[in-house]
């Protein structure tokens, strides 16, 4: 696999970045970075959500040093390769099986996997159930059937737990899956013990089971609960790199390049430097070039974020992946592959999220003290009983009573389902959280950045008014231009015909001519109207006035794109089209400095529509930043947080997927791109900004939960353990108060269910 390498000559020092596979919790990323640290000069970053590395490796270092490291901490690793567009044929796709392989098999960690252990524990933990705890559903022998329901969810459902805890174990560490893996395997094997060994239940063996001590149910419950909790978690990791595929498949899929004067169809990715390609209305454009033939409005709205399409003659320079709205054009490649404006764009994204914090588990940190002092506990509770009753039945009895008590049901389930909770409510209201980072940051917000397009308005244009001079009727001269417009694709041209249409029914043109990026012209009953910019009036033969230009300078001064109209050869009128603000916005805003968050307006447009737009949602003058390109808004979030604080970002578009990912808080609105959902930790499904606020309400009331949850399971584990070990708790009472306290964590998440009632 080609290595993803950077060199930095200044510190004669490169980066590696590797994937990992094996990790499940913050003490495996904490062993994995102080085994690769103990290499002379080498700093690792692990980022556990990512499953992946950032390693600064001197020169000396090689790549397979790092991975045999890594291998000898008990996990498995190799090098990344490059990010680039993946060949868009379909045998350059890699099914999830092939991906599962070249992952070295780690079923624990894939999701499918996971899915089919839950499915298989679930059929098997629901009659374990019924029959270990309705009275009304046992039978004679009963335990035998408890026994083989049991003894697959064990084996096979609880496998990724048994697995992780044994590879702690060799490296003697010990994490949540050691204490599950423990707790699980002593219910079962206490239980297996009492079952066919016990002489009262041999001698009475047509006896209810009930009245022995039975724990699969216990067994059972556990494993498949948590294996409930693994996979949603893993589903929202898995989902991470998701951005990165969305941006790189915005690209165009195919490019017609001009070969020995023929054109040929080739896939994007094969475009090379200094090829020329063709690129027809409705196309997008394959790579980063110069036009040398042909003019059109180019949409680059998901790139720059420009609400207006962007004029593209000879000699200017296009984007890749930007939509050619109208005129044929013939472009040279002078970027391709890596180099991209898009292929850099994906590497903010990538970097941004790699340079996350791991999610903080707070019952992963619990567990680093947690697990080593329980499985003390049980061990000195057996040897303390045998050495001082010689009886080594009450000794095991005790023992198991320890680990089943301390068995952390309720401390794993604490934030999953705390999580899954106030997820569900999120979704009934519209607010997607994609997990524990989002809650973790939102009670620290004090910064919030509003992408403009699309999020403060609609991202549609929209005919605002129409000035017309001493003597012309505004609506007729609307009338006329809407006529011709309505003739053009260009997004000004189809807001002004949209407004037209709404008065009545449009005229007939004929002689139709346009200019991309400067206008269009037509002839409506022997007249001839001619509309667009202002250069493209006078090439029309349209003298401007003062009273034209100040008409136009008016216009643009309330932050409008200003069209101008001539009929005959006279100036009749300016209609002013802009990217209408979203009726909720201000309130929203409003909302949220009441909360105390400074709000910033972060923008691609011009400064005089930015400020314009500011003004009118009550935003600060101080904090708007117009004209920001995709590399410079995730910077500005950069520089906010240098500058001590804690900032969440609003977006919708492609061009807010960096800035999405760098901000302590991403949050997209669901009107927006999958590139901009995926780099998300929230996203909106609606578009209205009052999501916002009760989303960051929301997500506060989830942490809170979660910790009040860990707080009670913790409280109950601790309390019940000394009981135990005194001998005062027999296992089946230690069982009932485990599952008590999984009842009180499900109860307390529930109480989300009223957010916002």
């Not at 697995?163 to 050691?178: E, I, P």
């Not at 916005?585 to 400064?607: M, P, W």
Request: negative net charge.
């Amino acid at each position: 696999m080609t290595s993803e390498t950077r060199q930095d000559p200044a510190t004669d020092l490169r980066t590696v970045d590797l994937e990992i596979q094996g990790m499940t919790c913050a003490s495996c990323v904490n062993r994995v970075e102080r085994k690769l640290g103990k290499l002379p000069g080498v700093v690792a970053t692990v980022n556990l959500p990512l499953e992946s590395a950032k390693v600064q490796v001197p020169a000396d270092i090689t790549n397979e040093q790092l991975i045999d490291t890594v291998q000898a901490a008990g996990y498995s690793a190799n090098v990344k390769a490059p990010a680039h567009p993946a060949p868009h044929t379909e045998h350059g796709q890699h099914s999830a099986e092939h991906e599962d392989a070249e992952h070295g098999g780690h079923d624990h960690l894939v999701p499918s996997h996971l899915l089919r252990r839950l499915i298989v524990s679930a059929v098997f933990t629901i009659p374990l159930f019924i029959i270990s705890m309705v009275p009304a559903a046992q039978f004679p022998h009963w335990g035998w059937a408890a026994f083989a329901l049991a003894t697959p969810v064990v084996f096979y459902g609880a496998w990724p737990f048994h697995k992780a805890a044994a590879v702690n174990a060799r490296h003697f560490a010990s994490t949540m899956d050691t204490l599950v893996s423990l707790g699980v395997l002593a219910a079962y094997l206490f239980s297996a013990v009492q079952l066919l060994i016990d002489p009262m239940i041999t001698a009475h063996i047509g006896m209810k089971m009930s009245e022995h001590a039975l724990y699969f149910e216990t067994a059972g419950v556990v494993a498949t609960l948590l294996l409930l909790g693994r996979y949603l978690e893993h589903r929202a990791k898995n989902s991470a790199s998701d951005a990165l595929k969305s941006l790189l498949n915005l690209g165009a899929k195919e490019a017609v390049v001009l070969r020995d004067g023929k054109e040929v169809k080739i896939p994007a990715d094969q475009v090379q430097v200094g090829d020329q390609f063709i690129v027809r209305p409705g196309e997008k454009i394959a790579t980063d070039g110069v036009v040398i033939e042909g003019s059109s409005a180019v949409d680059t709205s998901l790139i720059t974020g420009e609400s207006v399409p962007q004029k593209a003659a000879a000699g200017d320079e296009v984007t890749g992946a930007t939509l050619n709205t109208s005129g044929r054009l013939v472009i040279r490649a002078t970027r391709v592959g890596a180099d991209t404006t898009l292929a850099q764009m994906g590497r903010l994204v990538s970097e941004a999220q790699s340079g996350k914090a791991p999610i903080a588990r707070l019952a992963d940190r619990i567990s680093a003290v947690f697990v080593p002092i329980v499985l003390g506990i049980a061990v000195v509770t057996f040897l303390a009983w045998w050495l001082g009753t010689g009886d080594v039945y009450a000794a095991f009895t005790a023992a198991v009573a320890v680990l089943v008590i301390a068995c952390p049901c309720a401390l794993g389930l604490a934030t999953p389902i705390g999580l899954l909770v106030g997820t569900g409510r999120g979704a009934q209201l519209g607010i997607l959280i994609r997990g524990p980072q989002a809650l973790e940051d939102t009670r620290k917000l004090d910064t919030i950045v509003l992408d403009k397009t699309g999020t403060v308005t609609t991202g549609v244009m929209t005919h605002l008014g129409t000035a017309a001079v001493d003597g012309v009727d505004p609506a007729q001269a609307l009338a006329l231009a809407g006529a011709v417009e309505h003739h053009s694709e260009h997004p000004i041209a189809q807001a002004i015909a949209k407004a037209a249409a709404a008065q009545g029914e449009l005229a007939q043109v004929t002689g139709f001519d346009s200019d991309p990026g400067g206008g269009v012209l037509g002839f409506i009953e022997g007249r001839k109207v001619v509309v667009g910019r202002a250069s493209w009036l006078a090439a029309q033969g349209t003298e401007l006035d003062q009273q034209a230009m100040d008409m136009l300078a008016a216009a643009e001064a309330e932050g409008a794109t200003a069209i101008l109209v001539s009929v005959d050869g006279a100036f009749q009128a300016v209609i002013s089209v802009a990217d209408k603000i979203k009726d909720s916005s201000a309130a929203a805003i409003s909302e949220l400095q009441q909360r105390g968050l400074r709000v910033v307006l972060l923008t691609g447009d011009n400064k005089s529509v930015a400020s314009k737009v500011a003004a009118q949602v009550g935003i600060k003058p101080e904090d708007v930043f117009a004209g920001v390109f995709p590399a410079d808004k995730a910077k500005a979030i950069t520089s906010l947080q240098e500058a001590g604080r804690v900032v969440a970002m609003v977006g919708d578009g492609v061009n807010d997927a960096p800035a999405l990912a760098q901000a302590d808080l991403g949050i997209a609105m669901g009107s927006g791109t999958d590139v901009a959902i995926e780099a998300a930790d929230i996203t909106l499904m609606g578009n209205d900004l009052h999501q916002v606020t009760q989303a960051i309400d929301l997500s506060a009331k989830t942490l809170s939960t979660i910790k009040m949850n860990l707080f009670w399971a913790f409280a109950y584990n601790t309390a019940g353990i000394p009981i135990a070990a005194l001998g005062l708790l027999n296992p089946m009472i230690a069982g009932g108060a485990m599952a008590a306290s999984s009842v009180l964590v499900v109860l307390n998440s529930l109480r989300l269910l009223r957010f916002g009632k």
